[in-house]
């Protein structure tokens, strides 16, 4: 049986006549009977009987008209529903963001499609550059934003601009009324790392490394997880820090933290809107994507 056997069989069933719930569909009567013939055929059984008061459902046809009732109600919000996901109304998008645009970017981005897509209900995972393709690979999110190089086998990348990673110390350091310091200075520094897995270390690493540094000589003295977490720490004169410059802007402009130049080595890395390769994006992260290369492209990161 199909769905249009069962849509006439209940119209007829509704309005007690094959003429009457003929005209109700907009076909003849001739269609209308052929279909009903051919549905009593598939069940083995009469499913409506042709009587002076019209055309009455048999008691098997009492079930299976309760049965084709909740099968249309079903067609009809499944159509209602994909209505709305092509129209991006009503629909919850699922994205990621590793910590720096998870936290100082994504949410602008959530901010701007609320006033052009207000049935967009969006769900933000943050977490490190790993976490966020782990994410991804998995369809837990269907887009992602992250600082380090994800595998061209398994995803679509576009890059969004440039973060500049600062080195930055506290009011009270030493090194505030230093315009440069060398590398090697940091050697002797106690350090406040991102974890492993976070796009910020990997970039750092790799730049000391370019300068002839072995990152595993740091004086380490904490790695934790998250931006505003090293902030902190860095206030509180723990250590000094690689951050994003998105993530202090606010406390160097008020001088509660001090950027420090370090010769030779400017460290920037780019941030990317990932997905799985191969797959389609739905219509709100379509046009979330939008808004995000939008604001992107009005101030998002310069390097």
Known sequence: MNIKQLEIFVAIADTGSFSKGADALFITQSTA????????????????????????PTEAGKILLGHARQVLKSVK??????LRFRQADGVELAIGG????????????????????????????????????GKLSDEK???????????????TTEALGHDLIRLVVSKRHPWRRRLVVAPAELLAEPIIMRESGSGTREVVNAALREQ????????????????????????????????SEMAVRGELERGELFSI???????????????????????????????????????????
């Open 33 to 56: 009977s052929q279909h009903v013939a051919s549905l009593e055929e598939l069940s083995g059984v009469r499913l409506l009987d042709r009587t002076g008061r019209g055309a009455l």
């Open 212 to 243: 002839g540094f072995n990152p595993d000589e740091l004086l380490l003295c904490a790695t934790i997880s998250g931006s505003e977490a090293i902030k902190q720490a860095v206030l509180a004169e723990c250590g000094v820090a690689f951050i």
């Open 77 to 82: 919000e499944t159509e209602q529903a994909l």
């Open 261 to 303: 130049e370090m010769a030779g080595l400017a460290i920037t890395r780019s941030f990317s809107l990932v997905h799985r390769k191969g797959r389609s994006l739905s219509p709100a992260a379509a046009a979330f994507s939008v808004k995000l290369r939008q604001l992107c492209g009005q101030d998002c990161v310069e390097g």
């Open 141 to 155: 999110i269907e887009i992602g934003v992250v600082g380090t190089t994800a595998d061209e086998r398994e995803f």
């Open 98 to 133: 590793s910590t720096i645009p998870g936290t100082y970017l994504l949410p602008r981005v959530v901010a701007a499609l609320r006033s052009s897509d207000p049935g967009i209900s969006v769900k933000i995972e943050i977490g490190d550059s790993s976490e966020i393709l």
